[in-house]
């Protein structure tokens, strides 16, 4: 990965060479920790503009009021500092990634008196599935793993220990030759991929799990959501079937990260016309528009830096 100059640290901007925590970190050998995933892209104006910033902070809060971590600064001072970090660093494109994560003060399964910490870095970071998956579509398959159960772990919450099973799925499928992997509810629904919401479009309309499919309410799907609207394409919520999958006209998966990247096959059948489908392309497009600020009805999704 590309280095940056600075990472925020508990208040403070380090060099990132001595943003380090101690071995006996408490989030390190439990899981517990909540953590965001930004955007930031340059703009036509040739200025950085975080995507979707107060959504990713809110989420952020509350990941962290699911896990019961009391977070030491406000939304606004988080809000700020990731704004510094990008800032400092000068970047123009970038990823970042805010972490809410315990101490080392003390071990054990009751967090109650360990320290909570925060920290902001930030880096150029390129497509997530390849630039020829996000014109051509990726490989997929159904994962053999099980996305966590409402239950188990609360799927609301973006928290460091889900990714156990995420790293699960996607080590699998590249294993195989795949290039993601898609997973299915405790009930056998489909989730999510390993690291994006997804989508179906079938007979015109786009679906999507429900937010009770296990999956984690992504801010890339939300937006999905308002550029349908925009483009008058109709969206569902429900319940996904695998071979409602397989049967699917178009499939793409949604994350800051991967941004929109198109599925063109799952499990070995081709999806479709087997690459990029036409509703796949329009809502692709219109989503780099927006990042990049050529779409001034969707400007308040962007934040200078
Ligand atoms: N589901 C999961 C499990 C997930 O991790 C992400 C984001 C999403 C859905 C989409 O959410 P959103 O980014 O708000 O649209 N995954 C982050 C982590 C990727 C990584 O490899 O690290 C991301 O895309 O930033």
């Not at 995507?51 to 009021?65: G, M």
């Not at 972490?99 to 360990?114: A, R, T």
């Not at 799907?221 to 969206?235: N, T």
């Given at each position: ?14 060099p ?9 970190t ?5 899981g ?10 340059q703009?036509?104006?040739?200025k950085?503009?975080i ?15 699911v896990?019961g ?12 500092a ?5 800032r ?10 805010p ?16 320290d ?25 398959r159904?994962s ?16 460091c ?30 989730s ?17 799990p ?10 890339t ?15 569902e ?9 397989y049967?699917a ?8 990260a ?7 096959e799952?499990d ?24 990049q ?13």
């Open positions: 990965m590309e280095k940056t100059e600075k990472i925020w640290l508990d208040g403070k901007l380090v990132w060479g001595e943003a380090n925590v101690h071995i006996l408490h989030t390190l050998h439990y517990l920790g909540v953590f965001e995933g930004i955007r930031c892209y703009t036509k104006k040739k950085p503009a995507f979707r910033l107060h959504e990713h902070v809110d989420r952020l809060f509350n990941s962290a009021v896990l971590i009391d977070i030491p600064f406000s939304p606004e001072e988080i809000f700020t990731i704004q510094l970090v990008v400092k660093n000068k970047l123009k494109e970038c990823y970042i990634r972490i809410v994560f315990l101490g080392h003060n003390q071990m054990g399964l009751n967090p109650s008196g360990v909570v910490r925060v920290a902001i870095a930030a880096w150029p970071w390129g497509t997530y599935l390849g630039d020829e998956g996000i014109s051509n579509g990726i490989r997929s159904i053999s793993f099980t996305r966590h159960h409402v239950n188990i772990t609360m799927t609301r919450a973006k928290a220990g889900h990714y156990v099973n995420s790293i699960l799925a996607k080590t699998e499928a590249v294993r195989d030759g795949y290039d993601e992997a898609i997973l299915l509810d405790p009930q056998g629904y489909v999510e991929g390993s690291g994006e919401n997804i989508f179906l479009l079938s007979k015109g309309r786009l679906k999507t429900a937010l009770s499919c296990s999956n984690l309410e992504g801010i799907r939300d937006s999905v959501f308002d550029i349908a609207k925009h483009l008058k394409i109709e969206v919520e429900g319940l996904i079937t695998r071979d409602e999958l049967l006209n178009e499939v793409f998966l949604t994350g800051t991967a941004e929109i990247t198109p599925v063109r799952i070995n059948r081709k999806i479709g016309i087997g690459k990029r489908g036409k509703t796949t392309a329009r809502i692709q497009k219109m989503f780099f528009e927006i990042v600020g050529n779409h001034t009805k969707f400007n308040k999704w962007l934040s200078e830096a």
